[in-house]
T-cell receptor, first 107, second 112 residues
Framework: AQRVTQPEKLLSVFKGAPVELKCNYSYSGSPELFWYVQYSRQRLQLLLRHISRESIKGFTADLNKGETSFHLKKPFAQEEDSAMYYCALSGNNDMRFGAGTRLTVKP | ETGVTQSPTHLIKTRGQQVTLRCSSQSGHNTVSWYQQALGQGPQFIFQYYREEENGRGNFPPRFSGLQFPNYSSELNVNALELDDSALYLC???????????FGPGTRLTVT
């Protein structure tokens, strides 16, 4: 079954600390993985996609097929990173989202 | 470039009624997907439309139906509303062949 799991509903770190948001998936095939972010009072927006292997706003995510994970990382969190983060898996003509992790970066 | 727009912003319906939600795709996009997001949960895939035909469907009953028009705008129709249909309904557009999707602000539906 196609599934995305984000084990942490809430994550709180201090400004300047490293942050890692976990995402595990199950899918029989070659999925595309994404991270979406929703800042307060804004719409859901694309942050990263695994195929582009890019760094956006200091965030990176590596697809680990062996562990079926796609964790989102940033070495030094900023207060403006506080938001809701969703991991998503795109299969055949659909997209499955995890339940999301609310990240709070404290000053 | 115009982003994804949705209407109305929010509405209240009574159990058993029918509702139609509307979405305009981002310019240049030809594929539309609809999601239901209940409070505290991630978006749940309802269905996707491409070339005015349903192209993929999640685990939602047939009373959830949709349309896509030649200008790529779309409607989501829900018949026989139930209390559990209360949620934020999101529309997302994309270009066929590219899987990243761009979301609208959503329509908040409350069923009483």
């Amino acid at each position: 079954a196609q599934r995305v799991t984000q084990p942490e509903k809430l994550l709180s770190v201090f400004k300047g600390a490293p942050v890692e948001l976990k995402c595990n998936y199950s899918y029989s095939g070659s999925p595309e993985l994404f991270w979406y972010v929703q800042y307060s009072r804004q719409r859901l927006q694309l942050l990263l996609r695994h195929i582009s292997r890019e760094s956006i706003k200091g965030f990176t995510a590596d697809l680990n097929k062996g562990e079926t994970s796609f964790h989102l990382k940033k070495p030094f969190a900023q207060e403006e990173d506080s938001a809701m983060y969703y991991c998503a898996l795109s299969g055949n003509n659909d997209m499955r989202f995890g339940a999301g992790t609310r990240l709070t970066v404290k000053p | 470039e115009t982003g994804v727009t949705q209407s109305p912003t929010h509405l209240i319906k009574t159990r058993g009624q029918q509702v139609t939600l509307r979405c305009s795709s981002q310019s240049g996009h030809n594929t539309v997907s609809w999601y239901q997001q209940a409070l505290g949960q991630g978006p749940q895939f309802i269905f996707q439309y491409y070339r005015e035909e349903e192209n993929g469907r999640g685990n939602f009953p047939p009373r959830f139906s949709g349309l896509q028009f030649p200008n790529y705008s779309s409607e989501l129709n829900v018949n026989a509303l139930e209390l559990d249909d209360s949620a934020l309904y999101l529309c997302a557009s994309s270009f066929r062949g590219r899987r990243e999707q761009y979301f609208g602000p959503g329509t908040r539906l409350t069923v009483t």
